[in-house]
């Protein structure tokens, strides 16, 4: 310590100590990532996370589950890396992310909130399978809004890709923004939870 500081080192960790219980309270702990090896690799990783995509892969029973790394920056100025909601991926004849079967289907809503002719019948973070109802014709591009019960809608546009049987068609989702991509995948997240609670336990 040096000798003109006002603090004693105790009063230091002390307050340091405050510091990391109240942050631990505040953020979602399941996204903070802590990385044991020294400063090297702590300032090795931060930079490839800053500069490209990194992802952690966890593999379980015939799912892949594909973690993005971000930086975010506290009050402090100080960079940590977090966790960003995964991307799952089904094992198979090829991988493809999984996709949420809907219970029963439900329709997509323009801006002002009102049901369309679009019902969502499975969904994944890449694309959906809607079905056409009233007699429409399947659009070659829509953007709309996805609002399940429970959530804030989240706005998500697609591509038709092709007709997968009479009234059902596949749709590529096109990125709207990173906010709303985050928000669909967080949606996934927690309906996989709920779909398998062995692995969330």
Do not use: C
């Not at 040096?2 to 002390?14: A, G, N, R, V």
């Amino acid at each position: 310590m040096q000798p003109d500081s006002l603090l004693t080192q105790d009063e230091l960790d002390f307050i340091q100590g405050m510091h990391h219980s109240l942050g631990a309270e505040s953020s979602d702990a399941t996204t903070g990532l802590m990385v044991n090896g020294g400063s090297q690799l702590q300032e090795l990783l931060t930079r490839l996370v800053a500069h490209e995509h990194v992802t952690i892969q966890a593999q379980y029973e015939n799912q892949q589950l594909s973690f993005p790394l971000r930086l975010e920056e506290d009050e402090f100025h100080a960079q940590h890396i977090k966790l960003g909601a995964p991307t799952i991926y089904e094992d198979g004849p090829m991988i493809r992310p999984w996709r949420l079967a809907l219970a029963e289907a439900l329709p997509l809503q323009d801006k002002r909130g009102k049901p369309v002719s679009l019902w969502v019948v499975e969904l994944s973070v890449n694309g959906v399978v809607l079905q056409v109802r009233d007699g429409i014709e399947a659009p070659d591009v829509f953007s709309l809004w996805f609002a399940p019960e429970g959530y804030t809608p989240i706005a998500i546009r697609g591509s038709l890709e092709r007709q997968i049987a009479d009234g059902l068609m596949a749709y590529r989702l096109i990125p709207h923004d990173a906010q709303e991509a985050e928000r669909l995948r967080h949606y996934i997240l927690e309906q996989h939870r709920l779909a398998h609670p062995g692995l969330h336990a």
